[in-house]
């Protein structure tokens, strides 16, 4: 089930609106943080051209299945005006397509690949694999407060799991298919993992399609095949975890997912591929990647700042129209955040002292995000 409510009704005077152009640049302003960078690819250059080629066609993200990616995960420390690479770094693994990192109990550590959990010890010996059938376009892994448990994001078959870290067992999941999300945009397809059920809709006359996991394996359904795509989740630590918070690629919502029975409600819609829902302060923090542009929200969703980072310098040749910031999250202060920006490098934001800092990555990396260790 599936309900939406009304966000930020009459009150939508009362956001504010910042753009990091206005800022001053404070060179300094995020050096000596301890970070990970985890790249999902390295062919970024490439990307670009296959996003201004899909933003002419119309549809955004894979139509294809294509060649599982090698992909990094960084440990650095940032020095001001100095470009991150391979070089200097506190330690560097070679992941497939890695997107969501954790720090775990006993300085443990977790990294989702495209289809698994590969967990660490503190001398980078893997330990532990977690795996599922429905693994597959694997995002964010966010840990419980009980740190027993993790929230994995399964974008490939538009499903989120919650899952016993030391066992592997699945303790909770939710398919976008069975609550409110289908059909797909694509075609009007219904989507189900039950083959009884699809038989059901295809006599009623329905297009439906019985998705196996074996048929897609760790790459899970392609973007435009999928009817929702859920890319970021946390535990809602204002409701005791009571429910899950989502953000959905396609349909541009925060969601709030009663963790009991499933039900949907929307929290906030219209923006532009989402990203990277997180606890900031006493609210929450989003991404939306194409406006360029990043949102504070109140506990209950209402929209508090918009910070945009539209006409900032920087841009590679080609991109002049296009914006893609692909995540925001806090640095360990809990005030100043990382924004990482497709076109333009890896920034630090201070919104309350407006100044911002941008550090220099590789120009082949394709970071998803970038995570404080303090």
């Known amino acids: 089930m599936k309900s939406s ?9 009362m956001v504010q609106s910042l753009q990091v152009k206005e800022f001053a640049r404070d060179s300094f302003l995020g050096a000596g943080e301890r970070i990970v960078i985890v790249v999902k690819s390295l062919d970024q250059k490439e990307r670009r051209e296959r996003l201004i080629l899909s933003a002419k066609r119309g549809t955004l993200g894979r139509i294809e299945p294509r060649p599982v990616a090698q992909g990094l995960a960084i440990c650095t420390e940032l020095l001001p005006d100095v470009k991150i690479s391979t070089s200097g770094n506190c330690w560097i693994m070679e992941l497939e397509e890695p997107r969501g990192f954790a720090k775990l109990p006993n300085d443990m550590f977790a990294v989702s690949e495209i289809g698994r959990i590969s967990i660490f010890d503190s001398n980078l010996k893997q330990v532990n694999t977690l795996k599922h059938d429905f693994f597959g376009f694997l995002h964010t892994i966010i840990l419980s407060a009980g740190r027993e448990k993790m929230l994995v994001v399964s974008g490939g078959y538009d499903s989120i799991f919650e899952v016993d870290i030391k066992t592997g067992a699945i303790k909770w999941s939710w398919f976008g298919w069975d609550h409110g999300y289908n059909p797909r945009q694509q075609d009007g397809a219904f989507l189900t993992y039950d083959r009884r059920q699809a038989e059901t809709w295809q006599r009623q006359g329905k297009k439906a399609e019985f998705v196996a996991p074996q048929l897609y394996g760790k790459q899970g359904l392609v973007t435009a095949g999928r009817t929702t795509f859920p890319n970021s989740a946390y535990y809602n630590i204002y409701k005791d975890e009571s429910t899950i918070v989502a953000t959905l690629f396609h349909d541009g919502e925060i969601i709030e997912i009663d963790r009991e029975t499933g039900d949907v409600c929307v929290r906030l819609s219209g923006m532009n591929i989402p990203h990277s829902i997180l ?27 918009r910070v945009g980072f539209t006409d900032m310098p920087g841009k ?32 630090v934001i201070d919104v309350e002292n407006r100044k911002w800092n941008v550090f220099d990555i590789d120009e082949n990396w394709c970071v998803q995000e970038v995570y404080s260790l303090g």
């Open 5 to 13: 409510l009304q966000v930020n009704p009459p009150e939508l005077g």
């Open 316 to 347: 590679p040749a080609g991109m002049e129209e296009e914006e893609w910031l692909q995540s925001v999250s806090p640095l360990s202060d809990g005030r100043q955040l990382f924004a990482v920006d497709a076109n333009r490098g890896l920034f």
């Open 279 to 305: 606890p900031l302060g006493d609210g929450w923090l989003v991404t939306s990647t194409r406006e360029g542009c990043f949102f504070t929200l109140s506990p209950t969703f209402q929209v508090e700042k």
